[in-house]
Structures are given as C-alpha cells and as structure tokens.
C-alpha cells in the first residue's frame, strides 16, 4: 500500500476520534487499536461498497466496517434518493424493513427506521426477525418504495449487512444502486444523518409496526405456490418425514408454518437449532451450501427415519436439502441438483395439469448448470441467463411483468437460491422448503426418492457436476491481489486446460448476450466443460465455478477434479 494511503487512512481514523457525534464506546474501541498500523488501515482504507448484496462487511468501528455510523449514512443515502425521486414523479415513498437474527441486527433495523422517519418518509418495521423474501413480498404488497433488509446472509457471525430494495421488491439494480451510492457519497459528516426518537416516530405515524397479519398473509401466499396439495392431505402428508434446521435464523416459523399449510404433519425441527442465535454457536458456518451445517440434522434425520432434510441460512433466502442415496446413505444436495430436480418437478406438474404456458420462461445465472436449462428445454419451456445476484433474475421477473412477454415459471441460481411464483422478486428458502420437501413426497408416492430422480435425469440429460473453489484475500493487499489475478487470466487466457483446449474466452467486463459489464471469466472448453472466474460481491474472496459433463458419474467426478486441480494451480500462484 502506498504511503498516501496509509497516511488517508490514519487521518480517517483521527477524525473519528476527533468527532463529537461518535459515542465513547466507538472511541475507546479504536484507542484499542492504537499504532497497530495494519488494523487501522484495513478499517479506513475505504468506505464499504455496495456489491450483489447491497452493503456487507464485518461489524466493528471504522469506515470499512459495519456500524451505526456506516448503517445510518446508507439509510441517510437511500432517504435523500427517495425523497429527490418522490419530488421529481410525485407521491410520497414508504419504506419496509426486516432484519434477521444476527447480533445488532434489531438495533441496526431500528436506528434505520429512526432516520427515515427523521426524513419524513413512513416506514413499516416487522416487530421481530423475519425472513428476506417476506421482505421482498412485503414491499409490493404494501406499494412501498423501497425496502432494507439488515442481515449478512450465510456470512460468518461477525459480518452484517444492509440489503437495498426498489419498489418492485427486487434488490437495487446497478443503475439505481449507483445512484444511490452517489447520494450516500455526498454525505460528508455524520451531523447530516437525521434521527428522531422511536416516541416521536411513532407519535407522528412514521413508525408502523408489522405482525402477525403481514405474517398470515406471506404464509397463505408461499403456501399457495404448492402443486399437489391434495396429495399431501393424505396419508403421504402424515407418514412423510421432515428434519429441518433454521440454523438460528428467521426460517424457523415460516417453514414449519408453510409445511403445515400445505399438508406435511411429521415435521422434525432440530433443537439445538431451533431458537435464534447471533454467534451461530453450534455450526462453524450458518450456511446450508456445506454438509458440516447438517451434522445436527443427519443426527437427528438418522434418529427418526427422516425421508428428506432441508436447511436454511439466517435470512432464509438460501435452502439446502439433503436425501438418501441408493445406500441409505443421507447426501447434500448442490444447489445446482436441487434447480434441476425442482425445475423437472414444477414443469412436469404443471404440464400433467395442462398448465404449462406456451411463453414459459426458466431463468438461471450465467454460473449455473446448464442441466436445468436441458431439463427446461426438453419441455419446451425457454431459458434465459443473467449476471450472477438473484436481483437480475427479478429485473427479469418484473419486465416479463410489465410486457407480458414470457410467463415466470422458477428462476435459480447455484448458490442454493430459488423462486417460483411472482409474489417476491428475491430468492425465497421457504418456498424452495415447500417445493423440495413437496417433490419428495411425490415422488415417494410413486416409490422413488430424489436421488432416484436425479439419477432418471442423468440417464436422460448426462451427468453434470460442478464445483467451487474460493480464495479469501483480505485487506486492501487482498483487494490488489484479486484485481492481480483477474488481470493475468484476461490478458494472459490459456490455450489448454489439463489438456483440453480452450475454444471460447466469454469477457463479461465490456458487456456480452445483452448483459451489463461485469468483472467476469468464463472459459469454455473443447470437451463441453467450463470455468468461470469471478470476484465476490460480498466477501474479498475470488471464486471460479466449475462444470461438466460425463457419460457416467465417475467419469464426470475425474473430469471435474482434473480441471479444478489444473485451474486452481494458476489462480494459487496469483494469490
């Protein structure tokens, strides 16, 4: 790091110190930080960004940290954008709020609530941790303007986040989120946050609180998404079993309630999981895209005979299930095998029914598997793709809306990330529990498990695997690092791979398939698989997405693992 940089972030550090408006507790944790050079740079060498999932970092005093500081200029922000829009088209914006079980997560919602009110603007709290896609439900059933989620996903305990929404209930889209990036950049003190006092917001009307009639009407909405509710009023919905693991987080009740709703009544929660949990402290990660978040759930599945388990994140946008093998043996699902098995599920239904539109669309991300998109195809059902962040997938949802163009059928992406229905515009794990938990049962009423599907699937479509590696560079060392290796692999794109040529380099930076720019690798390969590399939105990680293709599942696996290996070996000696 340059010595300019190292002295900008010294003097942002002494101006915090210096603030009257910072509190004494903030102060004395950065006096504790005193001379350590390395922290104090890493805390103010820049302000936090707003990546796929809006504002995230780790919690902690500083200008590179998440705090109510950092929390409050956002929402400062994203009030003077409203208001300016609501001045220019008229109307009077509103805004909705949730946050999920991490720790300052209430006080971060309700200080967010404070400043919007202070600013004039209405805005709805949930009167407890809930789960993102009510959110995104929630705004458009209340024609808000917009809408904040306080959660940091599937992160590591310490991190939190302030997730941005529009009046579609999608996330900001880039042109919206520039703008409202420039609004919070014109913010250079602290003493141009507004706050009022939750008496004077509520007195005045700008506070109003959501409860169990918003809760009701998101349940009977998830609920409805079901496609063969009679079958599980039978003896399918009793005998069936369920685990499920909310891991701490908000999914606990709406899952068991919408299971409930749609028919399933021998339901399992996970105790030690089962209440909410800041720390996280029985999982070393509170995300269900790894097999060490399930040890409770597989304990417990084993315990009761379970047919399925399913899992999700702290904002219940994300949902993992596990199913047994042909052994008996219970396996994690990757996201991408539980897209196909719901895409074959929904479309299959649907066309049984007769339901199955002429103009139906599925839409993936660009890092998806293509084996969903096979499946879709073969019903005659179009596929689109987008950028990577599930708020692409609803700019997609809502210009079909808007033209009438295609019919929204599921849209998913391989970060366990799903959606079918048109009542939210984010990634909503309570209806992907419904779905996976419903497709199962179908299933077994038919005398076959997923696994047996997946296989059928397979045998039809080819065996696709995929994987994923990740590198977390830290720091703004690991900023520099990550760009480093972007670099390499744009100017510098391999020939071959483990031995296999490279046909096609896709460079997302300038803008392909009527995508916007984004920092983006994806190379093709001659033998039909693929890699893609791509720097996190969210976390300093680089990650490289692995798919392809084989005529046996052995066959798949040493074909994935010679490119991982061949790939990796570059991108290490990058790092």
């Not at 210096?18 to 102060?27: F, H, M, S």
């Not at 941005?164 to 919070?184: T, W």
């Not at 994140?313 to 897209?339: F, H, I, W």
Request: aromatic fraction near 8%.
């Amino acid at each position: 790091m340059t010595n300019s940089s190292l002295n900008a972030a010294a003097a942002k550090y002494d101006a915090w110190l210096n603030d009257t408006l910072i509190d004494e507790a903030t102060k004395a944790e950065l006096r504790g930080i005193a001379g350590d050079e390395k922290e104090i740079t890493d805390r103010f060498y820049r302000d936090l960004e707003f990546g796929t999932g809006g504002l995230r970092g780790v919690m902690g005093a500083g200008t590179n940290r998440l705090n109510a500081y950092t929390v409050g200029k956002a929402t400062q922000g994203l009030a003077n954008w409203l208001l300016a829009k609501a001045s220019a088209e008229g109307g009077k914006p509103s805004v909705v709020i949730a946050h999920d079980s991490r720790n300052l997560s209430p006080e971060f919602a309700l200080d967010s609530a404070l400043v919007l009110a202070a600013n004039g603007i209405t805005t709805y709290l949930f009167e407890g941790l809930r789960p993102t896609p009510q959110l995104s439900y929630a705004v458009r059933a209340l024609n808000a303007a917009s809408g904040i989620v306080i959660t940091a996903s599937h992160n590591p305990p310490e991190y939190n986040g302030f997730k941005a929404y529009g009046s579609d209930g999608c996330q900001l889209i880039p042109e919206d989120a520039e703008q409202v990036i420039a609004s919070i950049g014109q913010i250079v003190d602290f003493g141009e946050i507004k706050r009022i006092s939750r008496e004077q917001a509520e007195s005045q009307g700008l506070l109003r609180w959501l409860g169990t009639d918003a809760d009701r009407q998101y349940i009977e909405t998830v609920a409805a998404q079901s496609l063969n509710a009679e079958l599980l009023k039978g003896e399918i919905g009793e005998n069936f079993s369920v685990v499920f693991t909310p891991l701490h987080g908000s999914g606990n009740m709406p899952v068991r309630e919408v299971l409930k709703e749609a028919g399933f009544r021998n339901v399992h929660i996970v105790p030690e999981q089962e209440q909410p949990d800041g720390y996280f402290s029985t999982v070393k990660s509170p995300n269900p895209e790894e097999r060490e978040a399930f040890t409770l759930a597989i304990a417990l599945a084993k315990k009761t005979g379970a047919d399925i388990i399913v899992g999700t994140d702290p904002d219940a946008d994300r949902m993992g299930a596990v199913v047994k093998n042909n052994e008996g043996e219970y396996v994690v699902l990757t996201g991408n095998q539980s897209g196909a098995l719901m895409v074959h599920y929904v479309l299959s239904q649907l066309k049984e029914r007769g339901e199955l539109p002429a103009n139906g669309v599925v839409v993936k991300t660009i890092v998806t598997s293509e084996m969903g998109a096979n499946i879709a195809l073969s019903y005659g059902v179009a596929v689109e793709n987008t950028l990577t962040g599930f708020k692409y997938i609803g700019e997609k949802m809502t210009h079909y809306e808007q033209t009438g163009e295609r019919a929204f059928l599921f849209g998913y992406e391989e970060s366990y990330g799903y959606l079918t229905g048109t009542y939210a515009r984010d990634k909503d794990a309570i209806v992907a529990a419904l779905l996976i938990c419903e497709a199962a049962a179908y299933y077994s009423s038919k005398g076959k498990t997923l696994y047996d599907v997946l296989l059928e699937l397979y045998a039809e479509h080819g065996v696709y695997l995929e994987g994923l590696e990740s590198r977390t560079l830290k720091g703004f060392d690991g900023v520099q690092k990550i760009a480093a290796i972007m670099d390499d692999w744009r100017e510098n794109p391999p020939a071959e791979i483990g031995g296999v040529k490279v046909e096609q380099v896709l460079d997302y930076a300038g803008g392909l398939d009527g995508l916007r720019p984004e920092n983006v690798l994806k190379y093709l390969l001659a033998d039909g698989s693929w890699f893609c590399l791509r720097p996190s939105g969210t976390e300093p990680k680089i990650k490289v997405y692995f798919a392809v293709k084989g005529e046996s599942t052995d066959a798949a696996g040493e074909s994935l693992q010679a490119l991982i290996t061949a790939v990796m070996a570059r991108v290490d000696r990058g790092a």
